[in-house]
């Protein structure tokens, strides 16, 4: 079991930046791969970011967010960062991060993962 809490949200005018923090418990944080999903008001959840077990290039990201956002993870921390930077307000959204087995492709689709935090709102106003 896996138990999953993001912090960091908040409200942040448009080409601002906010990390999000996502704290795992458990020793087996360095053996899932993690991800960032966000939910906007009225729509689907929509993958954001994932990174690998070990982390450094092993990166995804969504096109809407791709050189914006930063994803990166410290295994002696067992927590797994979002750094947004030039926010805009499209951005706004509650923001998940979730852990999997799977690395791959298939990193960003929500059904490949099992653990998920409760998160954490973004408010970006314009």
């Known amino acids: 079991q896996v138990q999953l809490v993001e912090s960091g949200g908040g409200l942040v005018q448009a080409g601002g930046s906010l990390r999000l923090s996502c704290a795992t418990s458990?020793?087996?944080?360095?053996?899932?791969?993690m991800g960032w999903f966000r939910q906007a008001p009225g729509k689907e959840r929509e993958f954001v970011a994932a990174i690998s077990w070990s982390g450094g290039d092993s990166t995804l990201y969504s096109d809407s967010v791709k050189g914006r956002f930063t994803i990166s993870r410290d295994n002696a921390k067992n927590t797994v960062y979002l750094q947004m930077n030039s926010l805009k307000p499209e951005d706004t959204a509650v923001y998940y991060c979730a852990a999997t087995s799977v690395w791959g492709p298939s990193s960003s689709n929500e059904r490949a993962y099992a653990y998920w935090g409760q998160g954490t709102q973004v408010t970006v106003s314009s």
């Open positions: 458990g020793r087996t944080f360095s053996r899932y791969a």
